[in-house]
């Protein structure tokens, strides 16, 4: 089968190679000049199917209120006259019941598991290299209120066979020595030695390169305009310079993006853009005190990743439409984060600030499967965990397209 792939994010390149190895005909168009460019470019590297517990959950509403207004806040609501944003919200508040909290939970696991398991598999077969670690990932948490809350969902991932044990703070200690410092403020934690971490923009690229390879073609600096067809079959793309490229399936991987194109067919997805912040440090040759195993300041909703001789620090989300500006008091409050944790941190210059667009669904479960129209698939809307779950979503499409039964239990929706 022809099938045209539209982006080449962490998403759309790992559905592209899947789709390949099945045998399929695959040409992949992005409008960046290469692959991995826009959200997947420098995000926080965690491979984590611990972090499954979604923004939307019990404790979600009495934090967002509590935070309404600070410029620094780790999940900061910028409420205005867009209605995007206020229907997204509406459905966020929905997905915040205890029940659905569970579902949304254990479908996030499920295939946040799988795809890590993908990955592993990808990883031995190819030999990709992108700055990758397999040394666990361990929250940590600065009060105790918080730590107690997380308990909660930390027993829910183990119960659906997630690795994610308590720890206390001395144990934290020992499993990232780093945090020796900020040891008077660590409550406790939780480790889960099956999580990884890694370049997600490396990656991406890389293998691209080996999709490339394999005979996969990549149509980059080229935006598509429009899907063409109608609600029931898509015919063609159409791109910037007029130009229609005709396929027997078409897949959107779009990310936050994914609307521009499926709104015109009357169909719209509940994506909105969480607005993500991260710092790049360069580290000093030698000691420089900076962490190997992935961190999660959860508290904070910062994560921490080494990626070779750089500390990779991202985190917090801002709903406020699309604008991707640096605000100022967010990266200075990701760097002081970072001193307060690790005082004696050695970097090189100054970090590189980054913003990107998690395609944030309420339930932080993504879009995979069939749309309306009969030949067009969706892989979209992957928010928080998009290179998490890229390998799985890529894999399991490849696998429903090509008349066979995904390989994780995921609530895989064929309708939209
Ligand atoms: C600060 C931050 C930290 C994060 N940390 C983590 C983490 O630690 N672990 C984790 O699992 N996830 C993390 N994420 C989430 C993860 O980065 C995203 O979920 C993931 O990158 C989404 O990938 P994607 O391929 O769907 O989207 P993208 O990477 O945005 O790719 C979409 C592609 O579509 C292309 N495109 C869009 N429209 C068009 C068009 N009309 N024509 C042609 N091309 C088009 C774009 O150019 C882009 O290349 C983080 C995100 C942020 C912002």
């Not at 795809?115 to 077969?125: E, I, N, T, V, W």
Request: hydrophobic share 40%.
């Amino acid at each position: 089968m022809k099938v045209i792939v539209i982006g080449a994010g962490v998403v759309g390149t790992s559905t592209a190679w899947y789709l390949a190895a099945a045998g399929h005909e695959v040409t992949v168009i992005d409008r960046q000049p290469g692959a991995g460019q826009e959200t997947s470019f420098a995000n926080g590297g965690q491979i984590s199917v611990s972090h499954a517990e979604p923004w939307a959950n019990p404790q979600a509403i009495g934090k967002i209120l509590r935070w309404m207004g600070k410029e620094d806040a780790p999940l900061l609501f910028r409420w205005r006259l867009d209605p995007e944003l206020f229907r997204w919200g509406l459905r966020f508040l929905g997905e915040c019941t205890t029940a659905r909290t569970r579902a949304n939970i254990r479908a996030i696991v499920s295939l946040a598991s799988y795809s890590r398991d993908c990955l592993q598999q990808l990883r031995s077969d190819t030999g990709i290299e992108y700055d990758q670690l397999s040394r666990g990932i361990l929250h940590f948490y600065t009060d105790e209120k918080e730590y107690k809350a997380a308990g909660m969902a930390a027993d829910l991932m183990r119960d659906y066979g997630l690795d994610r044990r308590p720890v206390t703070a001395a144990e934290c200690v020992a499993i990232e020595p780093a945090l020796q410092d900020a040891r008077a403020m660590i409550v406790g934690g939780h480790y889960t030695p099956s999580d990884e971490s890694g370049d997600a923009h490396k990656f991406t690229r890389n293998l691209a390169g080996l999709a490339a390879a394999k005979g996969v073609r990549f149509l980059t600096g080229t935006p598509v305009v429009r899907l063409r067809g109608s609600r029931t079959r898509i015919e063609s793309v159409e791109l910037y310079n007029g130009e229609k490229l005709e396929a027997d399936a078409y897949v959107v991987a779009c990310g936050s993006f994914s609307n521009a194109l499926l709104s015109p067919l009357g169909l719209s997805l509940p994506i909105y853009p969480a607005k993500g912040y991260s710092a790049t440090f360069a580290l000093e040759e030698g000691e420089s005190f900076a962490p190997t195993v992935s961190l999660t300041d959860d508290g904070r909703k910062i994560v921490f990743s080494r990626l070779g001789n750089r500390l990779r620090v991202a985190g917090t989300a801002e709903m406020n439409g699309y604008g991707m500006g640096l605000n100022p008091v967010r990266c200075v409050a990701i760097a002081e984060r970072t001193r307060q944790i690790f005082p004696h941190l050695r970097t090189v210059g100054a970090p590189e600030y980054w913003t990107g667009l998690r395609p944030a669904t309420p339930s932080n479960v993504p879009f995979i499967g069939r749309a309306k129209p009969s030949n067009l698939y969706l892989n979209t809307g992957h928010g928080t965990l998009g290179w998490t779950m890229a390998c799985g979503s890529g894999k399991a499409l490849a696998d429903m397209m090509s008349g066979h039964r995904a390989e994780t239990d995921f609530p895989f929706q064929y309708r939209y």
